[in-house]
């Protein structure tokens, strides 16, 4: 579960209860080209004071957007909010760690140039054709229009980056509800790009924001029937939630991804790539490794191998410290992260039970049975779980239990290609990544494109522009246009 997920959950059950299944039905949205008057202020470039505002003000933008701009012109916007970001990426890397208290600069860095690089813009909306003796048919990419987009506290102005190239590539225009944790870095970031917009000659606001996100603001936007979309990075909690308000709908749900080694595997690589993926922004991406399961002699090697790269090996006692330190009791999950832990340093989370390690130690690992807290939690905090496990067997049912249904990464080290494709079909998970960090599968250190909302619930995958448009089809009968 993203940190947010908790407060994003009460904050849309507060929406949808506020929703009366009485009320009258909202008006259809206006059709004419000419844009209503503003609402109040006219915001500060994308920042309002007032929800209804910035909704409105995406509105109009969105209009123009889709009326007067063309697929190359998208193209230049989208290149002249990467040119942006890149040159604020390492000012917004330190803005998050102050802000949030939270993860590495270091590695914020990283997630900022994937998303920056590797999030497809227009290029991606291909338009399909058939053309036979009944005429020619064609399917093209059309915006849905205002989208109403939750971001996390984890990766706040990544996700403001990759949604807003995802999103308005497909013609559409975002209200983000921003986490009140980050609040201030997405602020910066948003009037920031929302100025090269312009620069480039784009319309203003075709990203909007309040500068005080509430419960309030969220309840409005919900129920605003200019909002077509709604778009959420966090828990199950927010995904179920967002799906009773009757709006489509794209979530990004929670993850607790486990690793299988079985005993073919290249343990050496097994090692380093795990700690490379587990100690990453102190482990607070949905994605990354969780718990690791490491199949009969494979575990002691293994071990071994996160020790070589830097990892602190817990003794039984100290990782039942760290247990009442980091963990609290939870009704419905058993256990769920004390979140004064979530993201920090492992040399700072050592400190506290008493262990002296340098700020280079990146991850703390432990050895502990298939049901301990570590294993089941998704702590989001670089204490990497190890079990061992009978068999290839015994691990497979033992990841499939620790991933809890969610469906969202998993990896697997090994050589074996019928244990690698077994475990894919006993996981089902939306990103599924072998023999490399979780990571590689959203195109960090891997092949394929970057995104910072992972929507397997709704099941749009690895999200991008051609996810939040319309599929809609335009039949010429009667072999129209055909010249054979």
Known sequence: MDISSQEIEAIVRQVLSGMSPTAPAAAPVQRTAVPQPALGCQGDRGVFENVDDAVQAAWEAQRDWASHYKLEDRQRIVEAIRRCARSHVEEWSRKIVEETGMGRYEDKVEKHLATINKTPGPECLNTEAISGDAGLMLEEYAPFGVICAITPTTNPTETIINNAISMISGGNTVVFNVHPRAKQVCAHCLQTLNTAIVEAGGPENLLTMTREPTMENVDKMAANPKIRLMAGTGGMGMVNALLRSGKKCIGAGAGNPPVIVDETADLELAGRKIYE???????????????????????????RQLQKQGAYLLSSAQTEQLVKLCLQ??????????KKWVGQNASK??????VKVPD??????????????F????????????VQSASFEEAVEQAVAAEHGNRHTAS?????????????????TTIYVKNSATKAGVGIGGEGHCTMTIAGPTGEGITCAKSFCRRRRCMLAEGGLRII
């Open 412 to 428: 697997i080290f090994s050589k074996d290609v019928d244990h690698m494709t077994r475990f894919a079909r006993a996981i089902e």
């Open 375 to 386: 294993v089941v939690a998704e702590q989001m905090m670089p204490i990497l779980p190890v």
């Open 360 to 373: 280079s130690c990146r991850l703390a690992v432990c050895q502990v049975p298939a049901d301990h807290p």
């Open 277 to 303: 993926g587990a100690s990453f922004d102190n482990n607070i991406l949905c994605f990354a490794e969780k718990e690791v399961f490491a199949v009969g002699n494979a575990f002691g090697e293994l071990v």
């Open 349 to 354: 989370i050592l400190e506290a039970i008493g």
């Open 329 to 338: 009791p939870d009704p419905k999950e058993g256990w769920s992260a004390n």
